[in-house]
């Protein structure tokens, strides 16, 4: 108990761990097979059954499935998610930092970011359709409220959880303006601003899929509405393990672009 | 010349509508070159001192300044130790000692030659490149100081800089810093509550009361180390044997003594 | 550069926060009056406070506002209290077991990244459009944070105080509710206002694609006669409620971290 230091998908699991992690996922997998395939407990109209989903995989790879092949569902619904990330976030870090900075802006500011804080990032879909249709501009919309508000919050948070004395210091060493934001500012928030950033790509992430769901031409959101509508739950099954892995891929190099960018943090 | 100078220097707080002063009629000069030492019970406003001449903070009424200039401002002519080193994470060793240069618009090749001999003088070769958090207590505060005595300030402010390191490291660095100060002689305004400490590096030690902060005793050191020639010694242990340094610290442990209250300790 | 330390009076600041206000809603109110777009697509502030008002009133595809938000919270409390009951207890049970925390953890971590609302064709299929399918997916938004944290608060207890329990001679059992238990109470605590917020937020998507009442319902209604005062006031209601939610939560978290005699 004093020892373990290993949480949920956190890092250092001990070798035995890995054993019983492989073998629960080996008999999950036999138990999966047994129940679908070779018994039918489990109907292949309510869970597919692994052959299936492995065809369901094929299909979709080689020749297609809801109007593209995965690829090209995992390009656009990529290539959506970066575009309102990038908008929101230069926007909002920017927006957050000054508001950290400034009570002033901070006071000026907060009445419009009350307002849109607590509405969550889904509720906006509605809204987007009604003004921009089902189509990749509602999507970037939608995406963008909800990557804004995490990367303004924790952009004010970085700011406001600075040590004084590093300001004092910087204040001795005769710090001004732009080099102050650059050198002093900017580093001693980039902590929080990742977490923001984090947290802003997974919203962002969920939130398309919902818009997607709700309607589009292309993406994996597509995939899964259309094969709920088809009534295909193998594809069902595929459309989320790659809204799982797209996800995981997106944080993991998020991760690895903050090892780049702070890389005098320990550990 | 750079001195400091307290002139009847009073501050108050105010919290929730009460006043709580906290310094009462400060009045003080720091000589230039000289190593003055503030001592005093904790919460007796002896880092307000410092942190007024910084110009971190301001006196409610009264005057300080700095080599006869009103001090309004941080500025890299009154440098700081915090005891925090206040370094910063992202800058590495060199990057952290030459940042206040680089500010004052100092050219790059100056910059490389008074970076390299301060990193020379307090031992951080090998370390340029390394960044703060890679470093142990003493070597962080060893840049701290390089930081500031590398912008050849005015006048030098240590906030109990031997604070937050262990009681080895924290003699090797006083032993240190005796030898830089007189290598390199600055004004040197120091707060501690070790009273060693202040004795064995100060020409002048100023006992404060409790709050509201007074100067309850200025005590004279400089003349003693030179009747008694400290300086022959070279380690603190000698210094700290003789008599004439256990005489005067008896002095100050009975003077701060005096202001505890009864329950207070 | 001078800011973080200089200060602004206090009622400066309060006018400021107005003039912020004002401008706001004034752009949007001119914007809307304008009609530079037109009135269905965006009316004004005032508007949409009539509609919210008109909602409450009279019945919207089928209900009222308030009727729409009870059916919301109905499924909201549905998901969230699974979520919370089998999330904290599955948590606990790792924390405690380490079996337990090495079988499960790698499921938990394959499914991690699966966006809660990825879950809306299975739980349309497995669960209907009524309260279940609903419910799952709330349960999925819901379900990572209340297992998380109630684990981190079994797994870092202080290791002093299971020392001081055993050194006072306490049977296994007595450390489990007296020891364990309590110390896990703030993280659980903390876990389940995220909890919460997320399962809100995807109670709101989950009503957008598959139900047939609720505030989400009511926005996909309003969305769908391009009527934006009413998607407006949905937007409002939720926040709204969402911000509730969370201020209750809040509350009860405030209130066992002052009986423990810590700040905030």
Redo the contacts between chains.
């Keep these: ?2 020892t ?1 230091r ?4 956190g890092a250092s ?1 001990g070798r ?2 890995v054993w ?3 073998a ?2 080996a008999v ?1 997998l036999v138990l999966w097979y047994v129940l679908t395939t070779l018994t039918g407990v489990i109907g292949s109209a ?1 869970f597919p059954s692994p052959p299936e989903v492995f065809a369901a995989f094929r299909q979709l790879a080689l020749d297609g499935y809801a109007d593209g092949r995965l690829h090209q569902h995992v390009l656009h619904s990529s290539k959506l998610v970066l575009m309102g990330f990038a908008a929101a976030v230069t926007a909002g870090v920017p927006l957050g930092l000054a508001m950290g ?4 802006v901070e ?6 970011f009350l ?1 849109i804080r ?10 987007a ?3 921009l249709g089902l189509g990749d501009a509602a999507k970037v919309m939608v995406i963008w409220f909800a990557a804004f508000v995490p990367s303004v919050i924790n952009a004010y948070t970085g700011v406001r959880s600075i040590e004084p004395y590093l ?1 004092e210091a910087s204040r001795m060493l005769g710090v ?2 732009w080099s ?1 934001v650059r050198e002093v500012l900017l580093p001693a928030a980039l902590p929080h601003i990742f977490t923001g950033l984090r947290l802003s790509l ?1 919203a962002s ?2 939130t398309l ?2 818009a997607e ?2 309607g589009a031409a292309l993406g994996l959101g597509k995939v ?2 259309a ?2 509508q088809d ?1 295909f ?1 193998a594809m ?1 099954l595929i ?3 790659f ?3 797209a ?2 891929v997106m ?1 993991c190099t998020l991760a690895l672009v903050e090892a780049r960018a702070a890389p005098w943090r320990q550990g | 010349m750079s001195n400091i100078v307290f002139d009847a220097v009073t501050r108050v707080f105010r919290r929730d509508g009460k006043d709580f002063p906290t310094l009462d009629g400060i009045s003080l000069e720091v000589r230039d070159r000289e190593f003055v030492a503030i001592v005093g019970p904790s919460g007796c406003g002896k880092t307000t001192c410092l942190r007024m001449a910084a110009g971190l903070e301001f006196p409610t009424s009264g005057r300080v300044s700095v080599g006869g200039k009103e001090v309004t401002e941080p500025g890299p002519d009154r440098a700081v130790v915090f005891q925090q080193f206040a370094l910063f994470p992202w800058k590495t060793v060199w990057d952290n000692i030459d940042f206040g240069l680089r500010n004052k618009g100092v050219l790059e090749a100056e910059r490389r030659r008074r970076v390299g001999d301060i990193i020379t003088l307090m031992g951080l070769e090998g370390y340029e490149s390394a960044f703060p958090h890679q470093l142990s207590g003493g070597m962080q505060q060893r840049v701290a100081i390089a930081r500031a005595y590398v912008l050849d300030p005015d006048v030098l402010l240590m906030d109990e800089p031997f604070g937050a390191l262990d009681a080895q490291t924290r003699t090797v660095m006083q032993e240190e810093l005796v030898r830089l100060a007189r290598k390199n002689p600055r004004t040197v305004l120091f707060i501690t509550h070790a009273v060693e400490e202040a004795v064995y590096l100060s020409d002048r030690v100023v006992v404060m009361s409790r709050r509201p902060g007074t100067i309850r005793e200025v005590i004279d050191v400089a003349s003693v180390r030179q009747s008694e020639n400290w300086d022959r010694l070279e380690r603190i242990e000698e210094v700290m044997d003789q008599d004439s340094f256990v005489h005067l610290r008896t002095r100050i442990w009975k003077l701060l003594r005096e202001q505890q209250a009864p329950n207070d300790h | ?1 001078a ?3 200089t200060r ?1 009076t206090t009622s ?3 006018a ?6 004002v401008a ?1 809603l004034a752009l949007w109110t001119l914007l809307a009056l304008s009609g530079v777009v037109q009135k269905q ?1 965006l009316p004004t502030p005032l508007g949409v406070l009539q509609r919210f008002v008109e909602l409450t009133q009279s019945p919207f595809v089928g209900h009222t506002l308030q009727q729409h938000l009870l059916s919301s919270l109905g499924r909201f409390g549905m998901g969230f209290g699974l979520a919370a009951v089998i999330g904290v207890s599955l948590g606990l049970a ?1 924390g405690w077991f ?2 337990l ?22 739980a ?3 669960f209907g459009t009524g309260i279940g399918g609903p419910t799952l997916i709330i349960f999925a938004g819901a379900f990572p944070p209340a ?2 944290n109630a ?2 608060g079994a ?1 870092f ?1 202080d ?1 002093r105080l ?1 020392e001081a329990a055993r050194m006072l001679g306490t049977p296994g059992w007595k450390i489990v509710t007296h020891v364990l238990l309590p110390a896990s109470v703030p993280s659980i605590v903390a876990g389940l206002r995220i909890s919460a917020g997320l399962g ?3 109670l ?2 989950a009503e ?2 598959v139900a047939s009442s609720g505030i ?1 319902y009511l ?2 209604k ?2 769908a006669s ?1 009527s ?1 005062a009413t ?2 006031a ?2 409002v209601a ?3 409620v ?2 509730l939610i ?1 201020v209750i939560l809040r509350r009860v978290e405030a209130g066992i971290h002052r009986r423990r005699g810590r700040g905030e």
């Design positions: 108990m004093a373990a290993s949480t949920p998908g699991r035995r761990a019983v992690g492989a629960a996922f999950a309510r900075w400034s009570r002033r006071a000026f500011v907060n009445p419009i307002t607590p509405v969550p990032p889904l509720a906006w879909i509605p809204l359709i009604v003004w300001l001004r303006g102050f997974q992430w969920t899929v919902a769901l709700v899964l509405n094969s709920a009534i739950p069902i459309g989320m393990v809204v799982g892995i996800g995981g944080t | 550069m800011t973080l330390t602004t400066g600041l309060i400021l926060g107005l003039a912020g206000a706001f697509f790792m380490r079996w925390d090495e079988i499960v953890t790698p499921f938990f971590d394959a499914v991690r990244f699966i966006a809660p609302i990825a879950w809306v064709p299975f349309a299929l497995w297992l998380i684990y981190r797994k207890v290791v299971l809100w937020q995807s709101v998507g957008l694609i989400g926005m996909v309003g969305q391009i934006t998607v407006m949905g937007m939720i926040g709204l969402g911000v969370d």
